[in-house]
Antibody
Framework: EVQLVESGGGLVQPGGSLRLSCAAS????????MHWVRQGTGKGLEWVSG???????YYPASAEGRFTTSRENDKNSLYLQMNNLRAGDTAVYYC??????????WGQGTQVTVSS | EIVLTQSPATLSLSPGERATLSCRAS??????LAWYQQKLGQPPRLLIY???NRATGIPARFSGSGSGTDFTLTISSLEPEDFAVYYC?????????FGQGTRLEIK
């Protein structure tokens, strides 16, 4: 079974930065597209970013260039660099993957709180 | 951006009843539509992909149908563990969006 473990969340002030990591195991990481999905407390799911096996990246139109996703295949790791954070970015951030962008594997998530 | 609208927002039913959840896309997504179930405190679980294919380990009481802009998730006979929030998700033009969710609650 695929294991995805997120880390790097925490409390950050508005305007600050944070880098999330995701450690993947029990899969051939370099073969998989990887994504970040977030969920605010009591809210729905929102796709944050995707990165293909070859390193091509995808973002929603609303990303506004503040978030950057990257990967290190030799470390089975996925990253999300978040800059200029706002209160609206407060959420649980999930690392997810699956064939053809159907997400059958999810981490447990890491909490990001943006507050002064 | 393709907007997915789920209905109803809340569905109140009893165990053993049939549940029908709807997801409508603002433009065609062909059959690139998935359904997820989320229980409190847990990450979502993939139920259906490509509109009608059950994911691994998903019981046969869950079925999906539709194409283009209109999709349906049907639970043929509700079990107690099925009461949760359900989301649809589309993948089209290298972007993903989710519906706002339908809460399935016990009547």
């Amino acid at each position: 079974e695929v294991q995805l473990v997120e880390s790097g969340g925490g409390l950050v002030q508005p305007g600050g930065s944070l880098r999330l990591s995701c450690a993947a195991s029990e899969l051939t990481f370099s073969n998989y597209d990887m994504h970040w999905v977030r969920q605010g407390t009591g809210k729905g799911l929102e796709w944050v970013s995707g990165i293909g096996a070859a390193g091509d990246t995808y973002y929603p139109a609303s990303a506004e260039g503040r978030f950057t996703t990257s990967r290190e295949n030799d470390k089975n790791s996925l990253y999300l660099q978040m800059n200029n954070l706002r209160a609206g970015d407060t959420a649980v951030y999930y690392c997810v993957t699956g064939r053809d962008w159907n997400f059958d594997s999810w981490g447990q998530g890491t909490q990001v709180t943006v507050s002064s | 951006e393709i907007v997915l609208t789920q209905s109803p927002a809340t569905l109140s039913l009893s165990p053993g009843e049939r549940a029908t959840l709807s997801c409508r896309a603002s433009q065609s997504v062909s059959r690139f539509l998935a359904w997820y179930q989320q229980k409190l405190g847990q990450p979502p679980r993939l139920l259906i992909y490509d509109a009608s294919n059950r994911a691994t380990g998903i019981p046969a009481r869950f079925s999906g149908s539709g194409s283009g802009t209109d999709f349906t998730l049907t639970i043929s006979s509700l079990e107690p563990e099925d009461f949760a929030v359900y989301y649809c998700q589309q993948r089209s033009n290298w972007a993903i969006t989710f519906g706002q969710g339908t809460r399935l609650e016990i009547k």
